[in-house]
């Protein structure tokens, strides 16, 4: 099946600093790439949708020039939380998918964030 | 607009007991994927299952049994003889032709030694 990794796992940042997530499509190419915000004991919740070579589209509520998203390539898209505060903690996940893969996402193994 | 339910927020079990999950989906789609995926305390989603809406036919592999109603919007999820590896939080899902996957709020099962 496809593979999608993300990196780093887990990342401990201060209060004010910017830190960037990668997630990469190990074995497809990936036209569209989706990144999740889950806070503890909460659902997943959709942050914006990424095409390759398009700005990302954001969903309501989710700080653009915040969560800066991009998908330069069909294998790598990242999120790089800019400014991050406390508030920012949470597990972000992303997945993609593909040509023929209208109905599928592939999830990657998700990144803890934290921000002192 | 597409909308997933867990009624159940969290289940406690004994181990060996059979426990459901029970997934109510509203969709105006025709085509659409349904699925389930288990997160572990690791929180790597691992993928279940997926079922097109043209297919009813019940689902068993091992343990794990699915059962596809379109009849009453569910996509019900039945561990059978649980066991404590099976706990996780459980999210069912929901695709549409070129949308987003709308997860449910998810249930967290407990299985006790």
């Known amino acids: 099946g496809a593979v999608v990794s993300q990196h780093p796992s887990w990342v401990i940042c201060k209060s004010g600093t910017s830190v960037k997530i990668e997630c990469r499509s190990l074995?497809?190419?990936?036209?569209?790439m989706f990144w999740y915000r889950q806070f503890p004991k909460q659902s997943l919740m959709l942050m914006a949708t990424s095409n390759e070579g398009s700005k990302a589209t954001y969903e309501q509520g989710v700080e653009k020039d915040k969560f800066l998203i991009n998908h330069a390539s069909l294998t790598l898209s990242t999120l790089t939380v800019t400014s991050a505060h406390p508030e920012d903690s949470s597990f972000y996940i992303c997945?993609?998918?593909?040509?023929?893969?209208?109905?599928?996402?592939?999830f990657g193994p998700g990144t803890r964030l934290t921000v002192t | 607009a597409q909308k997933v339910t867990q009624a159940q927020t969290e289940i406690s079990v004994v181990e060996k007991e059979d426990v459901t999950l029970d997934c109510v989906y509203e969709t105006r789609d025709t085509t659409y994927y349904l699925f389930w995926y288990k997160q572990p305390p690791s929180g790597e989603l691992v993928f279940l299952i997926r079922r097109n809406s043209f297919d009813e036919q019940n689902e068993i592999s091992g343990r794990y049994s699915w059962n596809f109603q379109k009849s009453t919007s569910s996509f019900n999820f039945t561990i059978t003889a649980s066991q404590v590896v099976d706990s996780a939080v459980y999210f069912c899902a929901l695709s549409g032709y070129g949308q987003n996957f709308v997860f449910g709020p998810g249930t967290r099962l407990s299985v006790l030694p």
């Open positions: 074995d497809f190419q990936a036209t569209t």
């Open positions: 997945s993609a998918t593909g040509q023929g893969l209208t109905y599928e996402q592939y």
